[in-house]
């Protein structure tokens, strides 16, 4: 089922400040909003349910939340759902709310892992949650698809149970978890359901449901892209390729990692073969073959759909759900990413065919927004997991797939890649039009490198985007420095991002403005060793940053660099990689960025002593620390202070200039990372994709 993406990609999502959003109007009555009790089913006169939706998260009817967006798709094909959300994992009566669905459960843990929701990095326990009213944590297990399935079960022996979201998505064949560092098998297998509804599943669902209504078994499908199901015999299962059997990825990392890669491959809708992977006592998981992406026209019913667009009205006592705060004024413009990240799901779960919603879909659902008595006249964000893409990468893509030996940008765009932002600028010049909107922000995340590619001579996109669309700071994600960590990473060498600041500082000096590009950097990611961590410390000196928070790198489920992380291998090449793995040496690296920092002063000298860098111990202007620890913090932290290392030259508070001419600002401090401290309040947290929130449905 379908779902957002999910910023899991890759990094601890970032947490939004205590509070929820000022709902000034009056709470929707709960009739605009699917039935939650059986006394709501009742009202609308219905008897037995076709669904019920069990969700780790709160309900919201926004279309940023895939809980949301499925049951909509459902209601709209004539099928009865109820929606139970959060249900008590402890308690088999709190999933029996509706009694037995006619058709089956549909299951999710939400729009986030809840593994990523529960841990940081570091696997310490997180004690908010912004998926749930108030924003307090606990509401929802570990592990919470298989848990709710494996409830489920217990009360209702034969009922399908079809799972969905991120969770299920990116655990749908034999995974690396790292919350207990141990491979697991599919989420089929210990949740006992009978379907996987994987990546974005507005078509897979309705499948399901009419072949379930037409009286089909749920054992019977077995032919519907986009699902994995599991079998005792392959007889009827045709052209497949079989994956490397269970005993043989958990004992070998090798084999794992072969395994991953052509799963990978096989993440395309045109070209993506269908796998098969076999388990001891003579069981099967199937993965079919992706669904193929929405149309622009069958994207645009999607978000035409009732939704409420606000939480149940039985969380006003709590003060709403924190989440639902950015995304309520944000447009969701696409879906799809051929960025290929090797931190990022996305590839996994919604492919690389970008498919764009129509200008008039997206200027129609921002005049409802405009009609909100919350509404302030600032559209937050107009993107998805990358802004700036709006359609597929070449015109082949449609028809012949994304290619499988080559990425679209990483290290180097593609030739056939056609960079164009023309209908993303017509887009955006639009929406600044429309009555009552003040502003536009775009805030998803700008590939810089498809900016760079764009064959236009005056730059009008990012000219625009300076003039219009960037209020003091642009957000954009080089994740590092060392054009070796960025190879491993599917990034741009550091000489495109250097490029990218060039003309984002050139056209602010001729627009007259004063705004400043602030990087998200990534600590520990594979192949970064104390020497590129040490460059990107050098980096963070010259630019002046003085982050209050750094991010390691999060493995999480079905991701390149988790498989890097997990087996030492880059699956892609099958070439060995350095994996910073222990705590005590990412515990290094991060505390190089915050060098400054002096509770790291004893990390950084032990860093820069291995390496064999003390040349950065020292008095000069370009040391990192000074020879003997100081016995008090001073404005540097105890870093040296000289030419160009004072508080004002530094730039750190906003007087002067770095060492590369760039003006740097206090609001850059603590924004490097994901986990920087929050910069508006009620931000959720990202999973596995750019944006807060999921996509699609569970």
Not at 288 to 301: H, K, R, V
Not at 421 to 436: A, C, E, Q, V
């Amino acid at each position: 089922m379908s779902k957002k993406p999910a910023p899991q990609s890759h990094r601890s999502p970032k947490r939004p400040e205590k509070g929820a959003p000022k709902n000034t109007r009056p709470s929707l009555p709960a009739s605009a909003f699917l039935p939650t009790t059986r006394a709501e089913a009742d009202a609308r006169g219905w008897g037995q349910l076709d669904f019920v939706y069990v969700s780790g998260d709160a309900y919201v009817d926004h279309p940023s939340f895939g809980s949301a967006i499925i049951t909509r798709v459902l209601e709209s094909h004539g099928y009865k759902v109820g929606f139970i959300a959060q249900p008590d994992w402890n308690d088999p009566e709190s999933v029996a709310v509706f009694g037995e669905p006619r058709l089956g459960f549909l299951v999710s843990a939400g729009n986030m892992d809840s593994m990523v929701n529960h841990y940081t990095v570091n696997k310490k326990r997180r004690r908010d949650d912004a998926y749930t009213p108030g924003g307090k944590g606990g509401a929802r297990p570990n592990h919470a698809a298989v848990v709710y399935s494996n409830l489920i079960r217990r009360t209702f022996k034969e009922t399908p149970i079809i799972l969905g979201g991120i969770e299920a998505s990116l655990r749908r064949l034999a995974h690396y978890d790292y919350w207990s560092d141990s491979l697991k098998r599919s989420i089929l297998l210990d949740s006992g359901a009978d379907l996987i509804s994987y990546g974005m599943g507005e078509r897979s669902i309705v499948e399901i449901a009419d072949a379930l209504a037409a009286g089909l078994s749920v054992s019977d499908l077995t032919f519907i892209d986009g699902t994995v199901f599991r079998t005792r015999s392959l007889e009827h299962v045709v052209d497949y390729e079989m994956l490397p059997r269970w005993e043989e990825v958990s004992g070998d990392k090798r084999a794992f990692a072969e395994s991953f890669a052509a799963q990978y491959r096989a993440s395309d809708p045109v070209t993506g073969a269908r796998l098969v992977e076999a388990y001891p006592h003579g069981v099967y998981v199937v993965q079919n073959p992706p669904a193929a992406p929405l149309t622009q026209n069958e994207m645009d019913a999607v978000y035409r759909l009732p939704y409420a667009r606000t939480w149940h009205p039985s969380y006003d006592e709590a003060g709403g759900v924190p989440a639902l705060a950015e995304v309520k004024f944000s447009l969701t413009s696409c879906r799809g990413c051929f960025g290929e990240c090797a931190f990022c799901a996305l590839t996994f779960h919604q492919g690389r065919i970008v498919t764009g919603r129509s200008h008039e879909s997206l200027l129609d659902e921002a005049r409802v927004m405009t009609q909100d008595a919350d509404f302030k006249g600032y559209i937050h964000d107009v993107g998805g997991p990358t802004a700036n893409f709006r359609g597929p990468a070449c015109a082949k893509q449609r028809t012949r797939g994304a290619c499988t030996d080559r990425r679209c940008l990483g290290t180097k765009p593609c030739p056939a890649m056609k960079a164009d932002h023309r209908d993303y600028t017509g887009l955006l010049r639009k929406l600044r039009k429309l009555p009552g909107v003040k502003k536009v922000f775009v805030r998803s995340g700008i590939r810089f490198d498809y900016v760079m590619a764009d064959p236009d001579p005056d730059r009008t996109f990012l000219r625009e985007l300076v003039e219009h669309h960037v209020s003091g700071q642009l957000r954009v994600a080089p994740e590092h420095v060392s054009d070796t960590v960025l190879a491993a990473m599917g990034k741009p060498p550091r000489a495109v991002y250097d490029a990218f600041c060039d003309a984002f500082e050139e056209i602010n000096r001729e627009t007259g403005k004063k705004q400043f590009v602030v990087p998200y950097l990534m600590s520990s990611h594979p192949g970064s060793t104390l020497a590129e961590a040490i460059e990107l410390a050098e980096y963070v000196r010259d630019m002046g940053f003085n982050p209050e928070q750094v991010q390691d790198f999060y493995p999480t489920p079905s991701t390149i660099s988790t498989c890097m992380y997990y087996t030492g291998l880059d699956p892609l090449t099958m070439e060995p990689i350095y994996v910073p793995k222990t705590s005590h040496e990412k515990a290094l690296q991060r505390a190089l960025i915050q060098y400054r920092n002096l509770a790291n002063y004893d990390l950084v000298r032990e860093a820069l002593v291995k390496a064999g860098r003390t040349d950065l111990i020292g008095w000069d202007e370009q040391c990192l620390i000074r020879p003997k620890r100081p016995k008090k913090r001073d404005a540097d932290g105890g870093a040296p202070k000289g030419k160009g290392r004072g508080a004002k030259e530094r730039g750190s508070f906003g007087k002067g200039k770095n060492a590369k001419g760039r003006v740097s600002s206090e609001r850059s401090r603590g924004a490097v990372g994901a986990a920087s401290k929050p910069q508006r309040a009620g931000k959720p947290p990202k999973a596995n994709g750019r944006k807060g929130g999921i996509r699609k449905g569970r």
